[in-house]
């Protein structure tokens, strides 16, 4: 039986030119604006003047954070906690892909809290308040740019771990296709990965009755896969890179999962392969899901891999139901490598040693899964599997 609340609070502002409305937005919530973004692609591309000269124009005064790294460190979310508490920081804009934000967000929690922001993610704390932020978005992948979740890694400790909190929900996020024309193949195909695999872990679930929500996450795994090519073989083509946006945001804003019991299994298994070798999480996720399926199939799961096989991937219900899951266990793992990316842990340099030591780590509190849960062997296999 569905029952939940709704709760997508995030102004999107979708659309070329839309960084029209930049000042307007901030000065609903602020004067005094951290800039946060990560290694230099707003300034190759030129937003970052863009920024600059809005802000100019509109006398909205700024500090910045840069260097921000894929696969977040908490040691810049310290440092953006101490530039806000030194120049008054009365808002963050965060611009670029879900790392920046993410970082952004712990900064925006961090200013409020008197503790170690690694408390929240490890249970300690619970996040109350946070500073009003804003993105602007460079990567079509995560869906930070509408919800509440950040994950940050802790290189000390070798964990990369996720929190949430209503009030870490962006005021408004302004999404323009252009800006993401500049992502490299590797990263739009592993943003590509991410948004389906946000997908995979709502859409797989034991809840039924949520036609709804399974048919629109079905409508955003077909945009990724009729977009995710075009993008990569024509960057610039506005229509792709719109589309794939705006799946990012859809497939991980809440939308697919209210009312549901939900999977999140792959990404548990995924944020330890990261925590200890900082590889790209959609590639992770791209590799993982495939094992994953097959590793999950079973009586009590395969209608639902039909059902996938069928609406998404158009196979023809066959007599066999298994034959039909197979074959569509078989399409998504050669659509991910038909995007350019490695099939294989070894490919991304992750090899037996630690394999033992990430699978106790991902179900160290409970095991993992909804659709289907997995204990520390299963996750091995899996792993192994993977390899
Ligand atoms: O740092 P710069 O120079 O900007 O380069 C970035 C970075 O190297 C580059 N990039 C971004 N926009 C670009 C661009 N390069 C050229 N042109 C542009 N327009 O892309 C690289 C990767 O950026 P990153 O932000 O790390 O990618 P993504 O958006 O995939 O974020 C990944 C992080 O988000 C977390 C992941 O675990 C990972 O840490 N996730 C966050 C979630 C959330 N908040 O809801 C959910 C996800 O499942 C995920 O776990
Ligand atoms: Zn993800």
């Given at each position: 039986?569905?029952?939940?609340?709704?709760?997508?609070?995030?102004?999107?502002?979708?659309?070329?030119?839309?960084?029209?409305?930049?000042?307007?937005?901030?000065?609903?919530?602020?004067?005094?604006?951290?800039?946060?973004?990560?290694?230099?692609?707003?300034?190759?591309?030129?937003?970052?003047?863009?920024?600059?000269?809005?802000?100019?124009?509109?006398?909205?005064?700024?500090?910045?954070?840069?260097?921000?790294?894929?696969?977040?460190?908490?040691?810049?979310?310290?440092?953006?906690?101490?530039?806000?508490?030194?120049?008054?920081?009365?808002?963050?804009?965060?611009?670029?892909?879900?790392?920046?934000?993410?970082?952004?967000?712990?900064?925006?929690?961090?200013?409020?809290?008197?503790?170690?922001?690694?408390?929240?993610?490890?249970?300690?704390?619970?996040?109350?308040?946070?500073?009003?932020?804003?993105?602007?978005?460079?990567?079509?992948?995560?869906?930070?740019?509408?919800?509440?979740?950040?994950?940050?890694?802790?290189?000390?400790?070798?964990?990369?771990?996720?929190?949430?909190?209503e009030s870490l929900k962006p005021k408004f996020s302004i999404l323009d296709p252009t800006y993401t024309m500049t992502v490299p193949v590797k990263q739009t195909a592993a943003g590509t990965a991410d948004i389906m695999s946000h997908v995979f872990e709502q859409y797989f679930s034991p809840t039924e009755g949520a036609f709804l929500q399974d048919r629109l996450a079905e409508a955003v795994l077909k945009t990724c896969i009729e977009y995710g090519p075009i993008a990569i073989k024509n960057p610039e083509n506005y229509e792709a890179r719109a589309n794939l946006m705006w799946s990012s945001s859809i497939a991980l804003n809440g939308l697919l999962t209210y009312g549901k019991i939900t999977d999140w299994a792959t990404h548990g298994m995924e944020h330890e392969l990261s925590a200890i070798y900082d590889i790209t999480h959609g590639i992770g996720l791209a590799i993982l899901t495939p094992n994953w399926m097959e590793h999950v199939l079973d009586n009590g799961t395969v209608d639902k891999f039909v059902e996938y096989g069928v609406n998404v991937w158009g196979i023809s219900l066959e007599e066999d139901k298994y034959s039909v899951a197979r074959k569509a266990i078989e399409k998504t793992r050669e659509f991910f490598k038909g995007l350019g990316i490695p099939m294989t842990l070894k490919e991304v340099g992750i090899n037996e040693e630690r394999l033992q030591e990430m699978a106790e780590k991902a179900t160290k509190f409970r095991p993992l899964g909804g659709f289907k849960k997995l204990d520390k062997n299963d996750v091995l296999e899996i792993y192994k599997a993977s390899l």
């Open positions: 039986m569905l029952k939940f609340s709704y709760s997508i609070p995030t102004n999107v502002h979708f659309g070329k030119g839309r960084i029209k409305v930049l000042a307007k937005e901030i000065k609903k919530y602020g004067s005094k604006v951290l800039l946060t973004y990560g290694g230099g692609s707003i300034k190759r591309n030129g937003l970052y003047d863009s920024i600059v000269e809005i802000f100019n124009e509109n006398d909205i005064s700024f500090c910045e954070l840069n260097g921000i790294d894929p696969n977040p460190r908490l040691t810049s979310v310290n440092e953006g906690i101490k530039i806000c508490k030194e120049n008054n920081i009365d808002f963050i804009l965060a611009v670029g892909g879900g790392s920046v934000i993410d970082c952004s967000k712990i900064i925006a929690a961090g200013y409020h809290y008197e503790g170690d922001p690694w408390d929240f993610f490890i249970g300690k704390a619970r996040i109350k308040q946070a500073l009003p932020i804003g993105t602007i978005l460079t990567l079509a992948a995560t869906g930070s740019e509408m919800n509440g979740n950040a994950v940050i890694s802790n290189m000390e400790t070798e964990e990369k771990l996720g929190t949430f909190g």
